[in-house]
């Protein structure tokens, strides 16, 4: 069966320091990769998503990047923190194909302070 | 372009009531609608999905759905409510173009059961 990780679970960080985010996923292979910020417990934002190695589109301009080093592996990071980017962020993959539901990790927990 | 909307930012029921939490979306073309549920502090959990056939569709802890192509509504439904069920739900839909898999998400309705 198919599991996703995100870690680390939560994570307070100062502004203007840098951040990294990781999430890997196991038992498929070539899943599009997802990453969303969820902000004050309602809508989701999608900011990157993947459709293969190397592939990074951006939905959003900002504070962020993202990168797909390995097939199942996918990294947000920020060189320099602001206050706004504190939230809830969730990854997510799906497999190719019309109508096909994502599968959501656990999420990681950032404040910046 | 495609969206949808969750008209109701909370929605409240008495535990062993009928619940409904509703949505409505637009898209040009076939529309492929989906259904999560959120608890607290957790990621999205996938209930169930239309993508095409019976409009009634089936999904996980007795949760069901009704697509209706004239009302373009999918609304989420469970014949009796639990305390359990108390979360936060979203109803989406594909974007439009390729296989990237990308879903449009309402902004989300909090179902409150009360005992």
Known sequence: ?113 | AQSVAQPEDQVNVAEGNPLTVKCTYSVSGNPYLFWYVQYPNRGLQFLLKYITGDNLVKGSYGFEAEFNKSQTSFHLKKPSALVSDSALYFCAVRAPGGNTGKLIFGQGTTLQVKP
């Open chain 1, 1 to 113: 069966s198919q599991t996703i990780h995100q870690w680390p679970a939560t994570l307070v960080q100062p502004v203007g320091s840098p951040l990294s985010l990781e999430c890997t996923v196991e038992g498929t292979s070539n899943p599009n990769l997802y990453w969303y910020r969820q902000a004050a417990g309602r809508g989701l934002q999608l900011l990157f998503y993947s459709v293969g190695i190397g592939q990074i589109s951006s939905e959003v301009p900002q504070n962020l990047s993202a990168s797909r080093p390995q097939d199942r592996q996918f990294i947000l990071s920020s060189k320099k923190l602001l206050l706004s980017d504190s939230g809830f962020y969730l990854c997510a993959w799906s497999v190719s194909g019309r109508g096909m539901q994502q599968y959501f990790g656990p999420g990681t927990r950032l404040t910046v302070t």
